[in-house]
Structure formats: structure tokens, C-alpha cells
């Protein structure tokens, strides 16, 4: 499979940007994902990015590409206590299979 | 809509017994996916479903075994439990055809020990 990787944890306190970076390797993938898991439930979509695009932003969120990198971060401004969770990126790949990471554990600060 | 739900939440096997664990999804979506997600190791695909009657081999797909007989459901069945089966497992469905704009709905989780 494709290797998607991030960093297993990050600490914020409350008020404070946060940036989760993810390293991937398909240069093929068409879209990359970020999602949010809550303690004791699936994943939700957050956003997502086209890979011709190099940034998205959405209200507090703001995603970065780096193409040639095969980079991507997602920045959550104005971190709330809310926004603790585990973030995983992810590709969608060749045929039917999406790739993710191995998620970032977030935890803010109060 | 309920979405995608997934039955049992919460399971303990001992070694060597079976079970299956249920998915169904409300949407009509063709396309529904098994990960199971063990700590630090992220999500890992093990089997997914195109449409009903078709099925194809994730990632991790030793020691389980899916069917997809209906649209909305896509049972994951594990015939001789082991403990590196513990993990949870979390079933997945996305709206039509191929497609990477194509967002997955995921359901709560089923969280299986395996002693």
C-alpha cells in the first residue's frame, strides 16, 4: 500500500494555532482528506484539497499542499478545547482504496 | 438517515471462536469498506465492496471474510479469532461511482478483544 505518515501526537494551548503535517507518497493522488475522530467514535471529514490546488482555507481551518514535497498540513487557528481529537489524513488512490495516516493525537491546552 | 451503523459496539471472542460483525448503510451508497484501526498504525484496509455481489481484498485481508448479498449491508466475518484481531474495526461507505471527490461515511466502531 501507499505510505501516509504523520506525527503521533501534538500539544497546544487553547487560543494557540495548531499544524498537523502529513507526508504521503502516491504522486497520483487525485484528492487528499483530512479527517477528525472523536474518543469513542468513526471518522468525520473535515476537509479535503485537489491536488492542483496549494491551499484551502475553511472558516478556522486552513489546508496546505506542497505537491513536490508530497506534503500536506492542516493549521487550526484559535485552537478550542473542542478541537481535541486524533487527525488523520489520507489519499485516494488508484481503483477503489483510500490510504490513510497513522494520526495525530491532538490535545489543547486550556 | 442513520447513515452507517455498525453492530456490536463492544465484543471480547475467546481464541478460535467466530463471529461476524454487521454494517448497514441508509444512503444507497455502492461502495463500502472494513479497516480495522490498531494504535499508532492508523487505519488499515481489509476488504471493500464495489456494489452488491462484488468484493475485493484490502490490505489485511488474512483471517476475515466479507459477503455484500445487498446494497445495504456488508457483514465482516471472522471464522478462528486470535488475538491480533483485537483492534477496533470501523466499516465505511462512499456515495456512487469512482471517484476521489468521493467522501467516506464511517460508522461508530466495533471495539473487539480477542483473549
Known amino acids: 500500500g501507499e505510505d501516509v505518515e504523520q506525527s503521533l501526537f501534538l500539544s497546544v494551548r487553547e487560543g494557540d494555532s495548531s499544524v498537523i503535517n502529513c507526508t504521503y507518497t502516491?504522486?497520483?493522488?487525485?484528492?487528499l482528506y483530512w479527517y477528525k475522530q472523536e474518543p469513542g467514535a468513526g471518522l468525520q471529514l473535515l476537509t479535503y484539497?485537489?491536488?492542483?490546488?496549494d491551499m484551502k482555507q475553511d472558516q478556522r481551518l486552513t489546508v496546505l499542499l506542497n505537491k513536490k514535497d508530497k506534503h500536506l498540513s492542516l493549521r487550526i487557528a484559535d485552537t478550542q478545547t473542542g478541537d481535541s481529537a486524533i487527525y488523520f489524513c489520507?489519499?485516494?488512490?488508484?481503483?477503489?482504496?483510500?490510504?490513510f495516516g497513522t494520526g495525530t493525537s491532538l490535545t489543547v491546552i486550556p | 438517515n442513520a447513515g452507517v451503523t455498525q453492530t456490536p459496539k463492544f465484543r471480547i471472542l475467546k481464541i478460535g471462536q467466530s463471529m461476524t460483525l454487521q454494517c448497514t448503510q441508509d444512503?444507497?451508497?455502492?461502495?463500502m469498506y472494513w479497516y480495522r484501526q490498531d494504535p499508532g498504525m492508523g487505519l488499515k484496509l481489509i476488504y471493500y465492496?464495489?456494489?452488491?455481489?462484488?468484493?475485493d481484498k484490502g490490505e489485511v485481508p488474512n483471517g476475515y471474510n466479507v459477503s455484500r448479498s445487498t446494497t445495504e449491508d456488508f457483514p465482516l466475518r471472522l471464522e478462528l479469532a486470535a488475538p491480533s484481531q483485537t483492534s477496533v474495526y470501523f466499516c465505511?461507505?462512499?456515495?456512487?461511482?469512482?471517484?476521489?471527490?468521493?467522501?467516506?461515511?464511517f460508522g461508530p466502531g466495533t471495539r473487539l478483544t480477542v483473549l
Open positions: 465505511a461507505s462512499t456515495p456512487g461511482g469512482r471517484s476521489s471527490t468521493d467522501t467516506q461515511y
Open positions: 489520507a489519499e485516494g488512490s488508484t481503483g477503489n482504496q483510500f490510504y
Open positions: 465492496s464495489v456494489g452488491a455481489g462484488i468484493t
Open positions: 502516491d504522486s497520483s493522488s487525485t484528492y
Open positions: 444512503m444507497n451508497h455502492n461502495y
Open positions: 484539497i485537489f491536488s492542483n490546488m
